[in-house]
């Protein structure tokens, strides 16, 4: 079977995105699947240069990548491909539609508003939902144009900020707890990571130099783990994902709540879904394997 790995892409995440794809290359069973490197450039690449492959395991983050939109051309293609359906990828990417999801079917997350122009930030909900708050791009990654704001006189910069990088913006209470994430593989929690940024929280240089970030696969104690694995769960169902995502969670006072989710975890030799399969006794040539065979098992 030939494999092309679909990496690059034109999204800010696009140097990510070549580094995941490097070390996807490098691990891939070659005994057992013909692999192709395929760097998309432009968009139309995806139709001229995927199109003799028998799968496209993509490794793409952001915009046209990780929104559902290079699923959506896979599908037109009839071209199986790895993950998320489009549906659950575009919803995942808008961490608004997100939350409204997760707090429907009752799973635990921080309150929010939403704002659509600088007008439109409503500081009497602001002063109920409390500060500090975190204000960030409703749809962005890497932690770009993300802050925390203590006080009232510094929404405004903030929400200006983040509207460079979106068009809908994003104000969130902001969760004092330990960080963590659930690797989710097949609709199974397989490992817990702990993530203990040596900055006030995990920014996108915390995130992207080495050592700016502990990062540790860990054993939570009984009755969280519950928790926790039960939320992952809600949210892998709710969301309608597939194949393999990663949900980001705060954990205070014992009570876990749901940041976001990544439907195309980062795959560099340090990025958290490998290491988490690590920890569950999983190599990375293995967890690759099991990605593409779920995937090509998946009904679309
Ligand atoms: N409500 C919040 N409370 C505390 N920290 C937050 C909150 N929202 C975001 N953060 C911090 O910012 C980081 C990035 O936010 P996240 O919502 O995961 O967006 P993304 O990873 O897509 O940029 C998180 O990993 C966390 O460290
Ligand atoms: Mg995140």
């Given at each position: 079977m030939k494999v092309g790995v679909i990496m690059g892409g034109v999204s800010s995440e696009r140097e990510v995105s070549l580094n995941s794809g490097k070390e996807v290359l490098a691990n891939f069973d070659r005994n057992k699947y013909e692999i192709q490197e395929i760097i998309i450039d432009s968009k139309q690449d995806v139709f001229t240069k995927a199109r003799d492959i028998d799968f496209a395991f993509i490794v793409l983050h952001g915009?046209?990548?990780?929104?559902g939109t290079v699923q959506s051309v896979f599908e037109t293609m009839d071209m199986p491909y790895s993950g998320c359906g489009p549906l659950t990828s575009g919803i995942c990417m808008d961490k608004d539609i997100t939350k409204r999801l997760l707090r429907s079917a009752g799973i635990n997350t921080a309150d929010w508003l939403s704002v659509k122009s600088m007008d439109g930030i409503d500081y009497e909900s602001l002063d109920k939902i409390g500060y500090p708050v975190v204000v960030k791009?409703?749809?962005?990654?890497?932690?770009?144009a993300t802050n925390i704001v203590?006080?009232?006189?510094?929404i405004e910069a903030a929400v200006e900020l983040a509207f460079e990088y979106d068009k809908e913006v994003m104000i969130e209470k902001y969760i004092k707890g330990d960080e963590i994430t659930c690797c989710m593989l097949e609709g199974k929690m397989i490992s817990v990571i702990s993530i203990k940024p040596n900055?006030?929280?995990?920014d996108y240089t915390a995130k992207y130099t080495d050592g700016g970030t502990e990062e540790m696969v860990i054993e939570l104690e009984e009755s969280l783990n519950r928790k926790v694995e039960e939320m992952a769960r809600g949210c892998w169902d709710v969301l309608k994902c597939q194949v393999y995502v990663r949900v980001d969670m705060i954990v205070k006072d014992g009570v876990p709540y749901v940041l976001e989710l990544n439907t195309l975890p980062g795959m560099t030799r340090n990025s958290l879904f490998p290491k988490g399969a690590r920890g569950a006794g999983m190599s990375f040539p293995e967890l690759l394997e099991t990605i593409t065979e779920a995937s090509l098992k998946v009904k679309r």
């Open positions: 915009k046209f990548g990780e929104d791009p409703n749809s962005g990654g890497s932690s770009v203590k006080k009232k006189e510094d900055a006030e929280f995990f």
